[in-house]
């Protein structure tokens, strides 16, 4: 603002807003009353809010909110919470585990299998690091892995090795529809899905889908003439279902 000057013509306006709130329409809050948080989870939460930009403030330990964020913010808790509750408590004795020798496979499988089981835990580099109170459990789930009993049989699981093998295979097929050592490797992976149960910490619908997949792909590579853009479009499709996993 500036002093009107002579060459200035008509009056000028100057409105002054945000202020909204003061004339009664503030929206109504929601108030959760988070008491029972520790410390840490109050301030992961609000770190969580912030990101996402959900607007709210902070009346000691208790969260308010907008009452139009209500369900929005309930969902963001609900996650919250989730993830707290497989957190490592600092206070509890805790154990670690070296995971240097272990391929992506294995770790994708054990860390699955801690989720599924709800055990706490934490990952540092080549180091996972538990409670201490469920170290024999934790034991027990690293063995499995580690140790498989034997070759996959009818009944059994099969060995999270052949996941990664399968896809090595789906791979050379891919760049080369003919490749011998491709074919033979999706044709012992379609065996082994066709009789032995998911590996361990696979989900067993999954694993019947990659079943039906070798199986197709086989029957392609043994058809004749062979059609190798159906092969390599078969083989594409079974590799990208088993990269998350690889």
């Known amino acids: ?11 000028a306006e100057v409105k002054i807003t945000g202020f909204g709130d003061l004339d009664g329409d503030r929206p109504d809050e929601m108030l959760f009353e988070l008491d029972d948080w520790s410390e840490a989870g109050r301030r992961l939460l609000g770190e969580r809010l912030t990101l996402l930009g959900a607007p709210h403030t902070w009346e000691g330990a ?14 963001v808790l609900d996650q919250v919470e989730d993830e ?10 805790q154990v670690g585990y070296d995971l240097a020798g272990w391929d992506d496979v294995n770790r994708s499988v054990l860390v699955e299998a801690l989720e599924d089981e709800a055990i706490a835990f934490a990952m540092e580099g080549d180091e996972l690091f538990v409670h201490e109170i469920d170290e024999q459990r934790v034991d027990e789930l690293v063995n499995v892995i580690v140790e498989p009993e034997g070759e996959p049989s009818a009944g059994g699981e099969a060995r999270t ?57 086989v029957a392609t590579l043994h058809a004749v003439p062979v059609d190798e853009d159906l092969v390599v479009e078969q083989a594409t499709g079974l590799r990208d279902a088993l990269r998350p996993f690889v």
């Not at 002093?3 to 200035?8: C, L, S, T």
């Not at 707290?84 to 004795?93: A, H, R």
């Open 1 to 11: 603002m500036s002093r009107r000057g002579e060459e200035d013509e008509g009056r």
């Open 62 to 75: 208790t969260l308010v909110v907008s009452e139009t964020d209500e369900a929005w913010v309930e969902r």
């Open 84 to 93: 707290l509750s497989v957190s490592l408590d600092p206070d509890v004795e």
């Open 161 to 217: 090795e052949v996941m990664g093998e399968l896809f090595v295979g789906a791979d050379r097929l891919v760049h080369e529809p003919g490749d011998s050592e491709g074919r033979r490797t999706i044709a012992d992976g379609a065996q082994v899905a066709a009789t032995a149960g998911p590996p361990y910490g696979m989900d067993r619908a999954w694993w019947e889908d990659i079943g039906v997949r070798c199986t197709a792909l």
